[in-house]
């Protein structure tokens, strides 16, 4: 199972808006709506931030937001503020009851 | 509160074994699928192995398939990681994380532990 693509990098200003993006497969983003991401700061575990796709879990902010259209999913952080900086991954379910993840994306606040 | 906290990392040669322990609480553990999902230095996340509420069914990434074994004791809210045969790519920071489910599919991980350190080296 191939890890999904991200982008290895995004940046972005004080209050500006940022998407990340995530593309897989039919076998996976494309197949199910079982798209999560992840945000991880540097020496710290992973927290969920979108489930589903579209889901916040409680605590989550609402500048936190996912989509997805086709094989590729994406997470939008608007209003970004400097605690966003950090590690993003996004995982899907497979066909093989599996999770794969991608690569990562490091978010800079500028 | 839900925690999880990951012991039994170290430093081990290759071909050697490890085995790895997550104590949880906060939560009903017996009636969670749990997984282990690790983190090679500098790379991103690897799904590793779950396991089903009861221990009955289990999954494995397919380069650990015969030498990792994942299992639980829901007596004392606990996981395993049994790691035989390491090699030095198995070299990660091994998370825990409370696994959720969506009919036969594995979704994502709403709660992770802080991880341990595992080395495989000469």
């Known amino acids: 199972q191939s890890a999904l693509t991200q982008p290895a990098s995004v940046s972005g200003s004080p209050g500006q808006s940022i998407t990340i993006s995530c593309t897989g497969t039919?076998?996976?983003?494309?197949?199910?709506?079982?798209v999560s991401w992840y945000q991880q700061h540097p020496g710290k575990a992973p927290k969920l931030m979108i489930y589903d796709v579209t889901n916040r879990p409680s605590g989550v902010s609402n500048r936190f937001s996912g989509s997805k259209s086709g094989n590729t999913a994406s997470l939008t952080i608007s209003g970004l503020q400097a605690e966003d900086e950090a590690d993003y991954y996004c995982?899907?379910?497979?066909?093989?009851?599996?999770?794969?993840f991608g690569g990562g994306t490091k978010l800079t606040v500028l | 509160e839900v925690q999880l906290v990951e012991s039994g990392g170290g430093l081990v040669q290759p071909g050697g074994s490890l085995r790895l322990s997550c104590a949880a609480s906060?939560?009903?553990?017996?009636?969670?699928?749990m997984s282990w999902v690790r983190q090679a230095p500098g790379k991103g996340l690897e799904w590793v192995a779950n396991i089903k509420e009861d221990g009955s069914e289990k999954y494995y990434v397919d380069s650990v398939k015969g030498r990792f074994t994942i299992s639980r004791d829901n007596a004392k809210n606990s996981l395993f990681l049994q790691m035989n045969s390491l090699r030095a790519e198995d070299t990660a920071v091994y998370y825990c994380?409370?696994?959720?489910?969506?009919?036969?599919?594995?979704?994502?991980?709403?709660?992770w532990g802080q991880g341990t350190v595992v080395t495989v080296s000469s």
């Open positions: 994380a409370r696994a959720r489910w969506s009919g036969s599919y594995q979704a994502f991980f709403d709660y």
């Open positions: 906060g939560f009903t553990f017996s009636s969670y699928w």
């Open positions: 039919s076998s996976d983003v494309g197949g199910y709506n079982l």
């Open positions: 995982g899907s379910c497979t066909s093989s009851s599996t999770v794969v």
